[in-house]
């Protein structure tokens, strides 16, 4: 028997409980403060916006209230057992790491595409510089690329994917109605987001490569957690 099976559960856990107060705390002062959340949002580097705070704020804040319901939700319901399971300090290591790696992963692929649009991966493109001297395709991804990102769904997208990776035959529900086991949930996520990415819809308003990121530095994360600890849950 793990500890795990012999401590009682805490539906609410240290951990989440201040990640739940710091987010929804965040959301009302950026009700109350006009301007707060694209101070807070991250920004890609080469905009005039872009603060260094921002690598750690974009993560506490949210740009609509369905946004951060399910986000905040999704931190809760899965978050919660793996705070039970790992303790306090490994789970919120696992949801910083997580949440910058995503960040990282998303700030990466723009670069990329900063550069083959621009040639350089700093150019000097402002909101009224990116009018008139690209294509509108062009035009339309730099648009989308120096727009503000905010959210927590990296470290969610993370939190799936290690419920996935220690459960994967614990039955989850979507929509409350429909079971499926939690490995296929994070492989149809993983797959999902993997294409959406790649199409690269700069309508989307989603940051893919950020879920993606969130997993990915995720899965390296407890790899190595699993290497140097042979516990199993």
Same mark, same amino acid.
């Given at each position: 028997?793990?500890?795990? &099976?012999?401590?009682? $559960?805490?539906? #609410?856990?240290?951990?989440? /409980?201040? #990640?739940?107060? *710091?987010?929804?705390?965040?959301?009302?002062?950026?009700?109350? !403060?006009? &301007?707060?959340?694209?101070?807070?949002?991250?920004?890609?580097?080469?905009?005039?916006?872009?603060?260094p705070?921002?690598?750690?704020?974009?993560? $506490?804040?949210? &740009?609509?209230? %369905?946004? *951060?319901? $399910?986000?905040?939700?999704? #931190?809760?319901?899965? &978050?919660?057992?793996?705070?039970?399971?790992?303790?306090?300090?490994?789970?919120?290591?696992?949801?910083?790491?997580?949440?910058?790696?995503?960040?990282?992963?998303?700030?990466?692929?723009?670069?990329?595409?900063?550069?083959?649009?621009?040639? %350089?991966?700093?150019?000097?493109?402002?909101?009224?510089? *990116?009018?008139?001297?690209?294509?509108?395709?062009?035009?339309? /991804? #730099?648009?989308? !690329?120096?727009?503000?990102?905010v959210?927590? %769904?990296?470290?969610?997208?993370?939190?799936?994917?290690?419920?996935g990776?220690?459960?994967?035959?614990?039955?989850?529900?979507?929509?409350?109605?429909?079971?499926i086991?939690?490995k296929?949930?994070? *492989?149809i996520?993983?797959?999902?987001?993997?294409?959406?990415? $790649? !199409?690269?819809?700069?309508?989307?308003?989603?940051?893919?490569?950020?879920?993606?990121?969130?997993?990915?530095?995720?899965?390296?994360? !407890?790899?190595?957690?699993?290497?140097?600890?042979?516990?199993?849950?």
């Amino acid at each position: 028997m793990t500890q795990f &099976g012999m401590q009682r $559960f805490n539906y #609410l856990p240290p951990v989440i /409980k201040n #990640l739940l107060i *710091i987010n929804g705390l965040v959301f009302l002062a950026t009700w109350a !403060i006009p &301007g707060l959340t694209e101070k807070l949002a991250l920004y890609y580097p080469a905009s005039p916006y872009f603060r260094p705070y921002q690598i750690v704020t974009h993560m $506490f804040t949210h &740009g609509s209230l %369905s946004h *951060i319901f $399910f986000n905040m939700f999704a #931190l809760w319901m899965l &978050g919660a057992v793996l705070e039970n399971v790992w303790g306090p300090k490994r789970f919120l290591t696992y949801y910083l790491i997580t949440g910058l790696g995503a960040a990282a992963l998303h700030t990466g692929i723009h670069a990329w595409q900063v550069y083959d649009i621009t040639g %350089s991966l700093m150019p000097h493109v402002t909101e009224n510089a *990116i009018q008139g001297n690209f294509t509108q395709a062009q035009m339309q /991804k #730099l648009s989308a !690329i120096f727009a503000p990102t905010v959210g927590a %769904s990296g470290a969610v997208y993370g939190i799936l994917l290690a419920f996935g990776m220690l459960f994967p035959n614990t039955l989850l529900y979507i929509y409350f109605l429909v079971p499926i086991k939690a490995k296929y949930l994070v *492989i149809i996520f993983t797959a999902l987001e993997l294409y959406l990415a $790649f !199409i690269n819809n700069p309508a989307d308003n989603i940051a893919h490569f950020a879920h993606l990121g969130g997993m990915l530095f995720g899965f390296v994360l !407890i790899k190595i957690w699993q290497r140097d600890n042979r516990r199993f849950y």
